[in-house]
């Protein structure tokens, strides 16, 4: 594939071609897209980071202060916060990003571009996902499969709101609306993915767990810790940005599944496309000349 050539989401795929391109638009745009996440999401990466290192209590920590555990996550509360809030921000930055690339073509937009179109839908997307974490809350209450019934539709979520620019409510039936018929293979799709994500998240968090076992083992020998902290602060920047690339596998899968099946169900692309042909061929500012009736006489004609 040329890696400079456009990529056309609206399109019907299968499986293996949504796996496909989903790869091939990565491999195209990670150093253009990692550079817009590094300049807007690298300090809040560097601080959850640091903070993570900092504000975690360690395991000796727990097992000498006697604190118990309603202790131990309210203390880690606002670090959750803070972590929920830039994922969320995150994914706003990707589904900016796909909007841009479709609407303006490849390396047409910069940084401020992406930050201020994710802005936009920044409120939206957060009411979306708190309600559709309550969702899924209340779908284990009730049983594992209603979770997974649920699930499905809703890691379309944020494509809709940025592609539609639907209201909340709209989009979580618009959800619904766009896997009805195909829930088993997009459950397949999003199985392989989070497999594929998970593999390459634990590849690279290899060097951070092996640091947070070693700086335990050393605390527990109350051996001096600070310069091996700092150092597990960095693995933890680098695992943190690492696992924002690698999640972009995600959500670009999710993102052509979800226009494969609009593209089945509701073809607009081939609309779309006819409709350009059909512009580009009018001359502008002329209506198309009228059709001369092959069996009219000479002095019709005149």
């Known amino acids: ?19 496909t391109e989903t790869f091939n638009f990565v491999r195209q745009n990670i150093k ?12 809040p990466a560097v601080l959850v980071g640091f903070l993570t290192e900092y504000w975690t209590p360690n395991a000796t920590d727990f097992q000498t202060s006697g604190f118990d555990f ?20 995150y994914s706003c930055l990707i589904y900016a990003y796909t909007m841009l690339y479709i609407e303006r ?9 992406v930050f201020n179109y994710a802005s936009r839908y920044l409120l939206k997307a957060t009411i979306a996902s708190l309600l559709s974490f309550v969702f899924l809350m209340v779908a284990v209450v009730m049983f594992i499969l209603p979770f997974f019934y649920i699930l499905v539709p809703l890691s379309f979520l944020y494509i809709v709101i940025f ?5 909340i409510f709209e989009s979580i039936s618009r959800c619904f609306e766009v896997v009805s018929g195909n829930w088993w293979n997009t459950f397949g799709l999003i199985i392989l993915l989070g497999v594929i994500v998970y593999m390459l998240t634990i590849a690279v968090s290899v ?5 947070s076992v070693f700086i335990e083992f050393n605390a527990a020998k109350n051996e001096d810790i600070e310069m091996y902290r700092l150092i597990s ?70």
Do not use: C, W
């Not at 594939?1 to 796996?19: A, C, G, K, W, Y």
């Not at 897209?33 to 690298?42: F, K, N, P």
């Not at 073509?105 to 571009?113: C, K, L, S, V, Y």
């Open 1 to 19: 594939m040329n890696m400079t050539e456009q990529i056309d989401f609206r399109q019907t795929r299968d499986f293996s071609q949504v796996l």
């Open 32 to 43: 253009i897209l990692g550079t817009h996440l590094v300049i807007v999401m690298g300090f």
């Open 70 to 89: 309603l202790d131990y996550y309210a203390a880690l509360l606002p670090l959750y916060l803070i972590a929920m809030l830039l994922s969320i921000f």
């Open 105 to 113: 073509g490849f390396d047409q937009f910069e940084t401020r571009d």
């Open 163 to 167: 592609n539609e620019d639907k209201g």
């Open 207 to 211: 060097p951070q767990i092996l640091m």
């Open 233 to 302: 602060a960095f693995l933890g920047v680098f695992t943190n940005l690492a696992g924002y690339l690698i999640f972009l596998i995600f959500h670009f899968g999710i993102i052509f599944q979800y226009f494969s099946l609009v593209e089945q169900k509701e073809v607009p692309g081939l609309l779309r496309r006819i409709d350009s042909i059909a512009q580009s061929e009018e001359p502008d500012g002329e209506s198309p000349p009228a059709a001369i009736d092959s069996n009219a006489s000479p002095g019709d004609k005149e």
